[in-house]
């Protein structure tokens, strides 16, 4: 596995998809190594449930970070004699011609999560790259998977190429966590709304704290016991993350939790009433199955991505729009039972059609099959 920053996922729906797909293939019997950047992972184990983690160098900026670490672990990888090397993302998979050109015997598998070079951080340079990436993706690997059917149609149309959808997975949690571990940010139970995600532009989170601040405006007796809470941290955008503090103005209903994994998170997932999903742009967001997966109803945008995912529309705003992002909240916040409702129906569907189950034994079905022979895998809709 080449691509993600590493593992354990300290954050990262890339780095989460990959820690979960390398562990339930070790359980199936396969070698798996995980390349992981040192800077990801400041403990460094050598091995997480029976996957072999891989250290390799890396240039730890910006824009170097990614491709170089993708370069060296490539080489490594080619050294190991790998029967397959799998890349995660359209960035990375730019060197996906390189193993075909060192050992042809290799099977080279590229993953599309997410059309990058939308994300706003990024400046013409780069977005030519992930732009050229993208066009690597769909045609350098021996089968190209689509974690969504948004990307498949978007690779059909921009390349002429259609690639295996496999969509990403989650677990479905079912042992109660500890509401003790909120103290720490002062919360309740059933008392805040939740966003998970990294604190970049595009992620939307200015669009939620300013929805946020006009409801409680508007409605201060159906907000006063509720907190909004933000998880999740910088990826080279401390500039963005101090407007977003500049926006909430001191307010105490807001809370910025930082990173959190482990433990931690899953009670904040757990015990959060609805998880908000404001995001511009998506591959096929994890925290929103994550939330699922635990019985919580999420509201999104209303990009395809997340349609695809959340299928009631009385879980929709309109993209970017504070209003109607703020109206759905109130609306929301004052229905608990649709909101309860939702939530058993989200992890029915996310056991239906993003179990681990049947994604890895697809995933598998591809490494193994000779090349060349390409199946589409498609599921069904409720």
């Known amino acids: 596995m080449i691509g993600q920053k590493g593992m354990p996922a300290i954050y990262g729906g890339v780095e989460t998809h990959v820690e979960n797909l390398a562990t339930n293939l070790v359980k199936q019997g396969h070698e798996v190594l995980v390349y992981t950047r040192k800077w990801y992972s ?4 050598r091995k997480i449930n029976g996957v072999k983690i891989i250290y390799t160098p890396t240039i730890h900026t910006k824009h170097l970070d990614a491709i170089v670490h993708t370069f060296t672990s490539t080489i490594h990888a080619v050294l190991e004699k790998a029967d397959v090397i799998h890349y995660h993302g359209v960035g990375p998979a730019l060197l996906s011609w390189l193993p075909k050109l060192l050992r042809p015997k290799t099977k080279v598998i590229a993953t599309f999560h997410c059309i990058d070079r939308y994300h706003q951080k990024w400046g013409p340079f780069s977005r030519l790259m992930l732009a050229l990436g993208e066009r690597a993706t769909c ?160 509201l999104v945008s209303d990009i395809p991505e997340h349609k695809e995912v959340v299928i009631d529309s009385r879980f929709w705003f309109e993209n970017t729009r504070i209003h109607s992002l703020a109206n759905k909240i109130i609306e929301l916040a004052k229905n608990p039972d649709l909101l309860k409702e939702a939530g058993v129906k989200n992890q029915v569907r996310v056991k239906q059609f993003y179990n681990w189950k049947n994604i890895v034994g697809e995933t598998i079905r591809i490494y193994e099959r000779p090349k060349n022979e390409h199946l589409e895998w498609q599921t069904a809709e409720i």
């Not at 910088?234 to 500049?246: G, H, N, P, V």
């Open 42 to 45: 400041p403990m460094r184990p």
């Open 139 to 298: 045609h350098f690997p021996d089968e190209t998977i689509a974690v969504s059917k948004t990307i498949q149609d978007y690779c059909i149309k921009e390349f002429g190429k259609v690639l295996t959808y496999v969509p990403n997975g989650v677990s479905i949690e079912t042992v109660p966590t500890n509401p003790e571990l909120l103290r720490e940010w002062d919360l309740l139970p059933n008392k805040y709304f939740l966003m998970v995600s990294r604190l970049v532009r595009h992620k939307g989170a200015h669009y939620l704290i300013e929805a946020w601040q006009f409801a409680r405006q508007q409605h201060p007796e159906l907000f006063k016991d509720f907190k909004l809470v933000l998880v999740g941290g910088s990826a080279f955008t401390d500039k963005y993350i101090e407007e977003l503090k500049q926006i909430a103005g001191g307010d105490q209903s807001i809370v910025f939790t930082g990173w959190q994994n482990g433990k931690s998170l899953e009670a904040l997932y757990a015990n959060t009433l609805l998880l908000i999903h404001p995001s511009e742009n998506e591959g096929l967001p994890m925290s929103v199955l994550q939330a699922m997966s635990y019985a919580k109803p999420v």
